[in-house]
């Protein structure tokens, strides 16, 4: 895990480990569109910021902990649903751990909801009971999906740009701050 570095990125301190945490629990307890939370967003930060397995976990936990607050579903759907959530951590590692600029945030971002969107619906297609079991009905529930596609696109477009702003800004007045003590 990393605490900072030379040029102002602060790392896996643990004031940015708590905010990401409060943002993930937070944007998910408190009242929102279906499906526009925060949870994209902080597996990219966090894969940015903190990297290895504490990027991946961190937003898997906030899941957990906050799935028995607002209450489980489907095992399948469930396993699909944190499957997925994997992904952003590992964009954030990968794409975004040395090049945060906007149009990177942006294309991590959507990319993480279309395989939601792919991945989840067919879990739930493929759980049974609630659509036909051939293609017909797999093609009904991606349609009967498309309103939580749209909010969850938003949400994640939105909440990583929210994040990561913040996250500018923070890192900005870190290094300014140890710029005027350096020449004090």
């Not at 279906?34 to 976990?57: E, F, K, Q």
């Not at 699909?80 to 951590?89: D, E, L, N, S, T």
Request: a positive charge.
């Amino acid at each position: 895990m990393r605490l900072g570095n030379h040029d102002g990125r602060l790392g896996g301190t643990p004031l940015m480990i708590g905010l990401i945490a409060s943002a993930g629990i937070l944007g998910r307890i408190i009242p929102h569109a279906p499906n526009a939370t925060p949870m994209a967003a902080l597996g990219l930060i966090a894969g940015s910021l903190i990297g290895g397995r504490a990027a991946i976990a961190i937003p898997l936990a906030i899941l957990a902990i906050t799935d028995l607050a607002i209450g489980t579903y489907s095992p399948v759907v469930m396993i699909a649903v944190y499957a997925c959530m994997i992904v952003p951590g590992l964009l954030g590692m990968t794409l975004l751990k040395h090049s945060r600029n906007p149009l990177r945030i942006a294309a991590c971002a959507a990319a993480s909801s279309a395989l939601f969107f792919v991945v989840t619906n067919f879990a739930v297609w493929s759980a049974g009971g609630w659509y036909a079991d051939n293609f017909a009905g797999l093609m009904a529930c991606y349609a009967a999906a498309l309103p939580f596609a749209r909010n969850m696109l938003a949400g994640d477009l939105v909440w990583s740009a929210a994040m990561f702003a913040g996250l500018a800004l923070m890192e900005n007045r870190s290094a300014i701050a140890k710029t005027v003590v350096a020449k004090a």
